[in-house]
């Protein structure tokens, strides 16, 4: 059975009491739409069509920055969640298969829910995705007989009775296409919110004879998010998660709670993570590394053995060869560091190339910017660039060369050449006694005065 994604993503989220739509807001640093997004991807679906409203815009590029063949259906006033399946219609056109209704704003959904409800609708022409809630609150309730989904009463039109009920709606569905539509075209909005509620497809499904069940998965995943608050309790579930995940594949984290990841970062076995270091997207850590602590890494590849920090900043396009040396207070972007090459201090290095073994001395900035452009430095193999060195890019520097200490590089230094570009020194025999005595003497005369 072909499938087709419907990701519900028009609400405003109110009480997120922001400026950007909801579903934008990231959990480890990924757009929960998109954590939506890949979470469907599993039923390798035919068509994926997202129902924005609220930052129509923002969410559609999201959206098709993820999945190029995504559509939009744009929801222009949100009167429901119906409603917001209905705009669907027009891309779905020509389609015949199931229809697998997601949320935007619930980003922990797994790839074997998905596919239970995908195994429990060859058997059935409607089927929901339950949970048991610890915390029933204000989700609709799920009305069963038996294995019969009879009903889903939201909590504002729901009795007593039926509030006693814990097996609540996670809002997700799987249902034929054409099945669903003419279900949605029935449905009203005649009830306590005046709203074209999902939900009611259920009761219009059972009073046509159709089957309807409900799949039950555990709460955390079906976890939605309304508010600042819950977004970071989500962002708490999903970096505990992907901790415990690291650790089982053998990687150390020292103190695992201090450690913040991406959604997408990669760490290899017996790498060792000290405590405070940030992850942001794109970062792959290869086997046998140490990330150092404080350490901040973004769009970055380190290979086995290197050892990076403490209070590194590896920026996106750092790509770091084996045994490279990392240390403190260094930056940096755009930029390869060879094997075994060291840039142990305060340095910045952008936009360059560090040929094997060569060592970076403390101070050096690679003068990347020209206020316009930016520019390339090349490094060759074995150099050694003296402290404070300030390499002024476009330069090339060759295999064996050093620079002096201070020197400002502006030319091109060839092979094993030495490079000297500073005042030269001059000392002054009891200048500095005659100095310092002239200065105490300048102090007296103030402190007598005052
Ligand atoms: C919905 C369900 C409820 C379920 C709960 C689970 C209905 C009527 N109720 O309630 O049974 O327990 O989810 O979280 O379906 N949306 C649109 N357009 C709209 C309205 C909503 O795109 O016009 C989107 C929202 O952006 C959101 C999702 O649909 O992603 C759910 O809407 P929301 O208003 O949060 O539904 P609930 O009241 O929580
Ligand atoms: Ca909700």
Do not use: W
């Not at 998660?241 to 984290?253: H, I, S």
């Not at 290979?303 to 770091?320: D, M, V």
């Not at 476009?394 to 201070?406: C, F, Q, S």
């Amino acid at each position: 059975m072909t499938t087709a994604l419907v990701i519900l993503a028009a609400g405003k989220g109110t009480r997120m009491n922001s400026d950007i739509p909801k579903v934008l807001h990231p959990i480890a640093q990924v757009p929960m739409l998109v954590h939506a997004m890949r979470a469907g991807s599993v039923l390798s679906p035919e068509r994926t069509v997202i129902v924005t409203g609220h930052g129509a815009e923002a969410v559609a590029k999201i959206a098709q920055a993820e999945d190029e063949t995504a559509q939009i259906a744009v929801q222009e006033e949100q009167l429901g969640t119906a409603h917001a399946v209905a705009q669907a219609r027009d891309a779905l056109e020509g389609f015949d298969g199931d229809v697998v209704v997601l949320y935007g704003d619930t980003p922990f959904l797994q790839a074997d829910t998905l596919e239970r409800m995908i195994e429990a609708r060859v058997q059935n022409d409607l089927v929901i995705l339950g949970f048991a809630a610890a915390d029933p609150a204000r989700y609709g309730r799920l009305v069963m007989n038996g294995d019969t989904l009879e009903r889903i009463v939201e909590f504002k039109d729901a009795s007593d009775e039926e509030r006693a009920i814990t097996f609540c709606n996670s809002g997700l569905l799987a249902c034929n296409a054409e099945t669903l539509m003419s279900l949605i075209d029935a449905v009203s909005n005649d009830n306590a919110s005046g709203e074209y509620y999902l939900t009611d497809v259920v009761e219009i499904a059972r009073s046509r004879d159709l089957s309807v069940t409900a799949v039950a998965c555990d709460e955390a995943q079906t976890l939605g998010v309304n508010s600042r608050a819950d977004l970071a309790a989500a962002d708490g579930v999903f970096q505990a998660q992907a901790r415990a995940e690291l650790l089982d594949l053998g990687v150390t984290l020292m103190a695992p709670e201090t450690v913040y990841l991406a959604a997408d970062t990669v760490i290899g076995r017996d790498t060792v993570i000290e405590p405070n270091v940030v992850f942001g997207p794109g970062v792959t850590v290869e086997s046998g590394a140490t990330i150092r602590a404080f350490s901040h890494l973004e769009g970055c590849h380190v290979s086995r053995e290197a050892i990076i920090g403490p209070y590194a900043r590896l920026r996106p396009g750092a790509e770091l060869a084996e045994n490279a040396r990392i240390g403190n207070f260094v930056e940096i972007k755009n930029a390869e560091i060879a094997e075994g090459a060291k840039v142990n201090h305060l340095s910045y290095i952008g936009d360059a190339s560090v040929g094997a073994g060569s060592n970076i001395g403390a101070g050096t900035i690679t003068c990347n910017y020209d206020g316009v452009m930016k520019h390339k430095t090349t490094i060759g193999e074995g150099v050694f660039i003296g402290s404070n060195t300030m390499l002024v890019a476009p330069v090339t520097v060759g295999d064996g060369a050093m620079t002096a200490t201070g020197t400002v590089v502006t030319k091109d230094v060839e092979a094993e050449a030495l490079a000297v570009a500073r005042a030269k020194q001059e000392n002054k025999p009891g200048y500095a006694r005659k100095l310092f005595d002239m200065l105490k003497a300048k102090k007296a005369r103030r402190d007598k005065e005052a």
